[in-house]
């Protein structure tokens, strides 16, 4: 999907605003580090808490220092202050390297970047989506699977195969062909009364708006699963939706060439979810 | 392999010495290029064309416009010029993002990086290594495969894995079970008379001291392949050396416990690459 909210308005390193971050960061020489993409509305941050934790987990496993609890949260509320809706990227890196090669020395220091961007916030019936299948298979490793890491080639590539703005998103498959995701959407599947989304232990990335639809499914009792699925599972799913934080739900209505309907789980999760995301707060209940 | 030559003397983006990248560089925000490690000695660049041809053939991989040859030529000479041996990493980035997400709108202009750290060259003879077999296993992507690009997490993790200074290395396969390389080095194997180097066409980094030395091997008249290899080739492998453009050949004297003789095909081929090493020259012979 495309989310053409143009170039970012201000920017903050380490809590200063600045325009640029020192060559010897390991997020530019390596990518290493993580990112979240939250929503901001004037009502705050869109699933903080979520997004936070997401991004705690992800540090205790990529082994970099978490930055401080409150100093991260002081300084994503106070970039995302505004009267306007905007979509705040944040990034951790490991921080500025201390020697040179990949060996972590343990003298590094995270660095926090983040970037806000001006944002026109979707309408919550927008029209299903036309997708694609892509050719790209991902990459596995469980070591990075369901991370918002910076390493983001493959999703740059899958983008890349193709430029017709009436597609919206392309599905893959990893390498050994399970069905994982979006170039930047996670996908679900209606297929007999269940709800199903992949595992992403492979790799893929384990999405906020994921979590969030899994737990209103699961309060609204649907026989939603987590499961290895395959291409042939997306062929023979009766509805298909994808979702992305900034986006919530939305109905693919035509893949590779099928016409889809826009069927009634697809809309039931679609309203029950609408009226978490017209205003912020930290969690779903 | 570690090779911590300290903290970049001097940088320059596009040019113009500077010690930041713009925050929307999507190298920092996606990993999205590429990058070569020189060696430069008083005489010039090592291997200068061939580290500029595997940059060409990866921008031409990742569609990224490939800074005009006499502008990088000029560029790396610049910062390669001194009495003292340096090494110059140069990094080349689709250039900053002119709009938020994955797609490439056409409009990026590439950035290109500098930094120029002090460096000792290893002396020719240097000691054997110890080496480990690491568990981490690389997710395979054929579209990636050969690239020196900036998505490094992986070798990151990999080198995570032990701190004892006295192991130099970690051996790797990938995610169906082909050997790989090392984290920054790779691999050769001397069996039955026979060189042999992984095919990396799944995934690893198609490094220029793994083409010199294949080429040598072939001036020489060994019988030297690039075919798929397993961990059991590892075991069964009379010789085993690893490769690095900054420190050329070196044998593997312990690997995973297993004591190895430092045998004649290394010694021969350390002998014959030697002079190369010396006195830069754009290719070998």
């Known amino acids: 999907m495309t989310f053409d909210t143009g170039l970012p308005q201000r920017a903050w390193v380490d809590g200063r605003e600045a325009p640029a971050v020192a060559l010897r960061d390991r997020g530019l020489q390596y990518g290493d580090g993580l990112f979240e993409t939250l929503a901001c509305l004037p009502s705050g941050v869109r699933f903080g808490q979520l997004h936070l934790g997401r991004l705690a987990a992800g540090c205790e496993r990529l082994r970099i220092p978490l930055p401080e609890a409150h100093v991260l949260r002081d300084e994503i509320a106070c970039a995302a202050r505004g009267d306007r809706p905007a979509v705040l990227k944040l990034i951790v890196t490991r921080g500025q390297a201390t020697a040179r090669g990949y060996a972590v020395t343990g003298h590094e220091r995270p660095t926090r970047i983040l970037l806000r961007y001006p944002w026109d916030p979707p309408a ?4 299903g989506l036309r997708v694609r299948l892509g ?6 490793n469980p070591q990075l699977a369901g991370l918002k890491h910076l390493n983001r080639l493959e ?3 899958a983008r890349m195969e193709w430029g017709d703005p009436a597609i919206a998103e392309s599905l893959h498959c990893s390498s050994s062909g399970a069905l994982v995701s ?9 297929r007999g009364g269940a709800l199903l989304t992949p595992r992403l ?7 906020i708006m994921r979590e969030v639809v899994g737990r209103v499914a699961r309060g609204l009792g649907l ?3 987590t499961c290895p699925l395959e291409l042939t599972d997306v062929h023979a799913a009766e509805e298909i939706f994808l979702t992305n934080a900034l986006t919530g739900i939305r109905a693919v209505r ?4 099928r016409a889809l309907p826009q069927g009634p789980v697809t809309a039931q999760l679609q309203a029950a979810l609408a009226p978490l995301l017209r205003h912020a707060q930290e969690a779903p209940p």
């Open 254 to 257: 035509e893949l590779a060439g």
């Open 155 to 157: 999703q740059v590539l």
């Open 135 to 140: 050719d790209l298979r991902f990459g596995e």
């Open 223 to 225: 026989d939603f699963r």
């Open 124 to 127: 919550p019936a927008a029209a």
């Open 182 to 190: 979006g170039t930047s959407s996670n996908v679900f599947l209606v």
């Open 201 to 207: 232990d492979l790799c893929g990335v384990a999405g």
